[in-house]
């Protein structure tokens, strides 16, 4: 069966003002099925080239190399027609909720141009519509009428997914779409993502630097270290038994009531790495020699991919 | 028990005869607002020691941010403190005039405060940032080399490599901006040192290496930290002490353990069991 969404080999590279070369995504592939709905996490820290994958995905930044596949064909050779549908089915809701509303307007605004733009349905059907998007993200119609300062950044995010809703999308690009809400309210913008998947079947795309969200949300997890994926497996698993060293020091470093941080990080790396080698070798402390000049391709393990060397020979260490 | 407790107080006391760092009693905060006046800090008693992190956690609003800011004189109109006192090296810092205050700014407590990272200057480079601490006497007494070598041992606390003292802000990652934050606040050694959220905004593993620089400095100097967050997974790594507050309240003050893993007061309570798991229980889908 095709996928709903396949990058394959997704590969940019920014020039750096002062002459050097940016790797900003090193052959990256994500598949989302065309079902069951999924959420996908792609997780990361700064720099990890995530939301260059989510806006690669969204057309907004071109890719250096690799493809963009939607149901079987790939995005560069969309006629404009065949764009203009997979920008309709392909939405996106981004991290900042105040900047995404002009104060002028009052929040219907939004949501009645998205309507008239893709000409979703007759005019006399837009409120009905409207009303019923806002219901489904746990809103009274009645904040339609409001303007963007009457309402909270969690309200004002969960309009933006109904204003995602309303075009009856496959596919929701959000990225960081809680990190700039309040603490108290991130659950229930993570409500509005499960709702839509369960009772919509719209799959995520979830980009965020907090696991914390991810593992709640989550169906899978993408775990990004300098433009490279380095672990891809079911969400629970991954957080729960992480297996690429990159990864097991993250979870590790997730401050929890339960447990101490083992030990401490020693700051400056123990060695130099290259930009073509693993983005880890530095710190790692199982790195092979090989880990320093290329990349380790991502390998099944298990219920996932890991991008290790050093994971690899020890399975076939135990297959031996 | 060696300091005098109020009866009527939350306070929890180390059964020690310690001189805490920082020891604040009755502590009243009110905003004169043109509805009538609204206490948003109502009178609460903590005391920071030595070599300790004392956490402060609630949600926002709470009072946590303004009962600091109160302390290092800090209020903005109409906010004002109504009462108590905070008493460090035997002065209560609540009755200086604000000349006084700003000599005991930086010397006897320091301030790193939200987002501090982003304050840092953007046109000068660290090294001299890091001297904006002195008073220009001070820094008129003191040879390049003299500066130079205070400069790059003070970096050297916290991790950072001498180099960065030529470089500017924007040459510097996140965590190496707020491990400069922790350098310049311990410049004067202070004998106490309040970090409003010093680590939000960054990734849990740079998250880490920040807040591991905190307590070296803090266990290396002595200093004592308080401590102002809403990470209570956070505060479980850092924290000697953690002081819940809300609506202006203490309502639990103890060992870190005692209060996260055996919360007496039924917001505590409420506020630990609804942090966010990592590899715990999911909550139901």
């Known amino acids: 069966m095709t996928a709903l969404l396949e990058v394959h080999g997704a590969d940019k590279r920014y020039a750096a003002p002062d002459g050097s070369v940016v790797h900003a995504l090193r052959s990256v592939d994500l598949s989302i099925p065309d079902a069951p709905p999924t959420i996908v996490t792609v997780a990361g820290e700064s720099g990890s080239g995530k939301t260059t994958l989510a806006q690669a995905i969204l057309g907004l930044v071109p890719l250096s190399g690799g493809s963009i596949t939607y149901r079987g064909r790939e995005l560069s050779t969309l006629d404009a027609a065949s764009r203009r549908k997979y920008r309709r089915e392909v939405q996106a809701v981004f991290q900042d909720p105040y900047g995404a509303f002009n104060p002028f307007y009052k929040v219907r605004h939004p949501l009645e141009l998205s309507l008239r733009n893709f000409r979703v349905a007759p005019r006399a059907e837009h409120a009905a519509l409207m009303a019923d998007a806002v219901k489904l993200v746990g809103l009274d119609p009645a904040v339609l009428d409001k303007h963007p300062h009457q309402l909270s950044g969690g309200q004002r995010q969960r309009l933006m997914f109904a204003r995602a809703y309303l075009l009856r999308p496959r596919l929701v690009v959000a990225d960081e779409p809680v990190s700039m809400v309040d603490a108290s309210l991130r659950r229930s913008i993570l409500d509005v993502m499960r709702r839509m998947r369960d009772e919509e079947g719209i799959s995520f795309i979830y980009i965020t630097h907090d696991l914390a969200t991810a593992y709640e949300v989550s169906d899978r997890l993408l775990l990004m270290l300098k433009g490279a994926v380095v672990e891809d497996g079911p969400t629970a698993s991954v957080v729960e038994r992480p297996q690429h060293p990159y990864a097991r020091l993250l979870m590790e470093s997730v401050p929890s009531v339960e447990r101490r941080w083992p030990g401490r990080i020693e700051v400056t790396g123990a060695r130099v790495g290259t930009p073509e080698g693993c983005g880890f070798y530095h710190r790692c402390p199982v790195a092979l020699d090989a880990c320093r000049a290329t990349m380790p391709p991502l390998e099944k393990s298990g219920d996932r991919r890991v991008a290790c060397y050093a994971d690899e020979q020890s399975r076939q260490e135990g297959a031996a | ?285």
């Open chain 2, 1 to 285: 028990m060696s300091a005098p407790t109020n009866p009527a107080s939350t306070r929890v006391r180390t059964p020690s005869a310690r001189v805490p760092a920082l020891d604040v009693t009755g502590l009243r905060v009110v905003y004169d607002l043109p509805s009538g006046p609204v206490e948003a800090v109502k009178g609460i008693d903590f005391a920071v020691y030595p070599g300790e992190i004392l956490g402060f956690v609630g949600e926002s609003g709470c009072g946590k941010t303004t009962s600091a800011m109160a302390i290092l004189g800090l209020l903005s109109h109409p906010g004002r403190v109504a009462g108590g006192r905070a008493i460090v090296n035997g002065v209560d810092l609540l009755s200086l005039s604000t000349t006084e205050l700003r000599r005991a700014r930086w010397r006897s407590v320091a301030l790193i405060p939200q987002g501090a990272m982003n304050s840092l200057n953007p046109t000068m480079k660290i090294g001299r940032q890091l001297l904006e601490v002195f008073s220009s006497d001070a820094l008129r007494r003191m040879s390049k080399a003299e500066s130079d070598a205070l400069v790059e041992s003070r970096l050297d606390t916290v991790s950072l490599p001498p180099h960065v003292k030529g470089l500017y802000p924007h040459e510097l990652s996140g965590g190496m901006k707020q491990r400069v934050c922790i350098a310049m606040a311990s410049m004067l050694d202070p004998q106490v040192i309040i970090a409003d959220e010093p680590t939000s905004a960054l990734d849990v593993v740079v998250q880490r290496v920040v807040a591991q620089t905190l307590l070296e400095v803090c266990e290396r100097t002595k200093v004592g930290v308080l401590l102002i967050g809403h990470d209570l997974g956070l505060m479980a790594q850092l924290a000697n002490n953690v002081a819940v507050m809300k609506d202006g309240e203490i309502v639990e003050l103890g060992a870190t353990d005692q209060v996260l893993r055996r919360p007496t007061h039924p917001y505590s309570q409420h506020l630990i069991s609804s942090i966010p798991q990592v590899g715990g229980h999911r909550s139901e889908q």
